[in-house]
């Protein structure tokens, strides 16, 4: 079983930044995109950024020029700048991960981590 381990979530103001992290096991062999999708109460798990294999991102309008998403150098690790944060940010943020190689493919998810901006 693939464990991803997230850090980083917490309380801030609106305003405010926080930087999330999501690390795959090292060992873990081709992966193509790593995501972050948050839920609030409520509401649906919703596709917040992704990034693939390539560098490629992909962001959610509501958090464009806010929000950045990037690959550690390892590869293995993903995050999630958010800046100028709103209380409608304010969520349980997951990280995904998917993986391809010749004989499969996976799909991986992290614990999730809070996520709450006070106005």
């Known amino acids: 079983q693939v464990q991803l381990v997230e850090s980083g979530g917490g309380l801030v103001q609106a305003g405010g930044s926080l930087r999330l992290s999501c690390a795959a096991p090292r060992n873990i062999v081709g992966i193509n995109v790593m995501a972050w999708y948050r839920q609030a109460p409520g509401k649906q798990r919703e596709l917040v950024a992704d990034i693939s294999s390539g560098g490629r991102t992909n962001y959610v309008d509501s958090v464009k020029g806010r929000f950045t998403i990037s690959r550690g150098n390892a590869k293995n690790t993903v995050y999630l700048q958010m800046n100028s944060l709103k209380p409608e940010d304010t969520a349980v943020y997951y990280c995904?991960?998917?993986?391809?190689?010749?004989?499969?493919?996976?799909?991986?998810w992290g614990q999730g981590t809070q996520v709450t901006v006070s106005s």
């Open positions: 995904r991960v998917n993986t391809v190689t010749m004989i499969k493919k996976g799909d991986y």
